[in-house]
């Protein structure tokens, strides 16, 4: 199963990659730059067929890629030479005006951002469904009372429905996800529905620096009712079946599922279940199977909300995408300035590894469900890794292909060519601070698995 995870990564960051390397590409061709080699992925060419002028290649290693133009690497040559400026010629990089060589850097980020769009509106179009529940709460207090979060100070109950954020109207507890995590830090007001009256509250989400995401200490309140029950696991043994509804675990009251959270610190050995099967009161024993690390298996699902967005045509899909699309942008480019309040990086921070896994991951629970939730949950998240993709290449970074448009954007305001030495001592700043993060990226990947 691993295996087909990681494959299943790499085919989704392939796709990512071939689609920016793509944007170089057109965009080379367009503005009169010739193309040496287009490849997906780096090292040596493990598969390549020449067409035309271009050799298209398959590398070794499948994470990344490179579009190959004339001359770009001119600039050294100059500098080994002594010259001033790179010396044009027809075809090469440098041979080109500077807007067309920023027009070239620029796509590469601007197809990530297309393809967002056309990915989320596919999705939209067909229709997605969503699992969530609904919009009640349990204070995390209730699992652990030694602890304080900003929903007790906010006077939230176990129990509450919270029914509006900043104005915006909570249907789900995926609502109240995505709105908190967005708004570390900041004063929010909520109307909350208890005991069929409606109170308006405000909380202050703190900021999680473990992902940089803003939290109010609340878990989900989802009914003790089973949904599904795992072939040959401890509660398939124990006897229960779809629709028992868990009333009480070794003598407590069962109100929600979070409140096995408590129960399973201790570690028991057996869990004495008392639930409802059409009416009628049983008992069962459940004994949990625990791993080398603590973590417990029961076997046990419970029921959820299930709704499904109508289909749209192409006009209301496009228009919707590329709403979709901007605000993972705009929260996108939030998230960047947490990178500088204290959280932890090494979590914070996913590198190659552990963006593959996720994609993999998620790709093999979507598709197990259904084909059509696969490719819309693939879609989404593939959708996410673009636009970051996009953004952290438009940073004014060395290498990068925003430093690029910078260097280009000098060029153009001062209207003669840049010197050689200026380009090169860029270049190489470049290339220690992107090495000095992969590092660091690499080395978050490595703790968190781990961590894991």
């Known amino acids: 199963m691993i295996i087909i995870k990681i494959l299943l990564g790499l085919i989704g960051i392939g796709v990512v990659i071939f689609v920016h390397e793509l944007g170089h590409f057109l965009a080379a061709r367009l503005v009169g730059i010739d193309v040496e080699a287009f490849s997906l992925g780096w090292g040596k060419a493990i598969l390549k067929k020449k067409i035309g002028s271009v050799e298209y290649r398959i590398g070794l290693f499948p994470l990344g890629g490179y579009c190959k133009m004339s001359g770009e690497n001119e600039f050294q040559q100059a500098y080994e030479n002594k010259r001033d400026s790179v010396e044009p010629v027809k075809g090469t990089f440098f041979s080109v005006s500077p807007v067309r060589r920023i027009i070239v850097s620029f796509a590469g980020p601007f197809f990530n951002l297309i393809f967002a769009v056309i990915a989320l509106s596919l999705v939209w179009g067909a229709g997605i469904t969503v699992n969530t529940v609904e919009n009640k709460i349990v204070l995390a207090s ?108 070794n003598g407590q009251d069962f109100p929600y599922t979070v409140a096995l959270i408590p129960i399973m610190r201790e570690r028991p050995p057996v869990l004495s279940v008392e639930f409802e099967r059409n009416g009628q009161t049983q008992t069962t024993d459940i004994v949990p199977w625990y791993s080398d690390s603590g973590d417990a298996t029961i076997g046990l699902g419970y029921k959820t909300l299930h709704y499904r967005t109508p289909s749209l045509n192409p006009i209301q899909a496009l228009r919707t995408g590329a709403s ?126 781990v961590r894991s």
């Not at 009914?223 to 696991?233: F, N, Q, R, T, Y």
């Not at 993709?389 to 060395?398: A, E, F, S, V």
């Not at 380009?423 to 990947?445: N, S």
Request: glycine residues 8%.
């Open 324 to 449: 979709k699309a901007w605000e993972t942008f705009a929260v996108s480019v939030k998230s960047l300035s947490l990178l500088f309040r204290g959280i932890d990086l090494t979590q914070a921070i996913s590198g190659p590894m552990r963006i593959t896994m996720m994609v993999g991951e998620i790709a093999t629970e979507s598709f197990g469900q259904s084909i059509g939730t696969g490719f819309s949950t693939l879609a989404n998240f593939l959708s996410l890794i673009s636009i970051s993709l996009c953004i952290m290449n438009l940073l004014p970074l060395p290498i990068l292909d925003g430093g690029m448009i910078v260097l280009f954007l000098i060029e153009a305001i001062q209207r003669k060519p840049l010197h050689p030495r200026f380009i090169i001592t860029f270049q190489i700043v470049g290339v220690v601070l992107i090495f000095g993060f992969m590092a660091f990226a690499f080395f978050g990947d490595i703790l968190y698995f």
């Open 142 to 249: 209730s699992i652990d009372p030694d602890a304080q979060y900003p929903a007790d100070s906010a006077q939230l109950l176990t129990g509450d429905r919270i029914v509006e954020i900043a104005g915006k109207p909570i249907a789900t507890y995926l609502d109240i996800q995505e709105t908190i995590v967005l708004n570390p830090e900041k004063e929010l007001p909520l109307k909350v529905e208890r005991n069929g009256e409606i109170h308006s509250l405000k909380v202050k989400p703190e900021l999680d620096k473990s992902t940089g995401s803003g939290k109010i200490g609340v878990y989900y309140w989802a009914e003790p009712v089973v949904s599904e029950v795992v072939p040959e696991s401890p509660a398939a043994l124990a006897g229960l079946e779809p629709e028992d509804r868990i009333l009480k675990i």
